[in-house]
């Protein structure tokens, strides 16, 4: 006679456990490896202050300031082509491109801080 084997609830846990940190870890290379550029913003500006990139490729905005600022399509269409909403001192900001055109973009808080981005 053979006897059926079967998972305990407590290996079934920790399969499922390895399996999301592995998924997890995966998916953080593969969006490490995407091609991308990235705004400093300090001193009040952004730098550069105009980039280029592919669509498909990210920017990242990270707020080198000692104030919020935002990151925000200057467009006077209702939905801006982006947004990021407050971006922290410390914190950052990251837009997957997917559209071709030229952007100019603003900090709302600051509008006085411009800049542009080309998707090619």
């Known amino acids: 006679m053979h006897r059926k084997r079967t998972l305990t609830l ?4 920790a399969l499922a456990v390895l399996a ?4 997890t870890r995966f998916l953080s290379h593969a969006s490490a490896d995407r091609p991308g550029v990235t705004v400093a913003i300090r001193d009040f500006k952004f730098e550069p202050a105009t980039v280029t990139v592919h669509v498909g490729e990210t920017v ?8 919020p600022h935002t990151a925000t399509a200057d467009s006077e269409a209702q939905k801006p082509a982006f947004d990021s909403g407050t971006i922290n001192t410390g914190g950052a900001w990251r837009y997957l491109t997917s559209k071709k055109g030229t952007y ?3 900090c709302t808080r600051h509008p006085n801080m411009k800049g542009k ?3 090619q």
Request: aromatic share 18%; proline share 5%.
């Open 117 to 119: 981005l080309i998707v």
């Open 10 to 13: 407590p290996t079934l846990v």
């Open 104 to 106: 100019n973009y603003i």
């Open 60 to 67: 990242k905005w990270k707020n080198e300031d000692f104030v």
């Open 20 to 23: 999301l940190f592995a998924a």
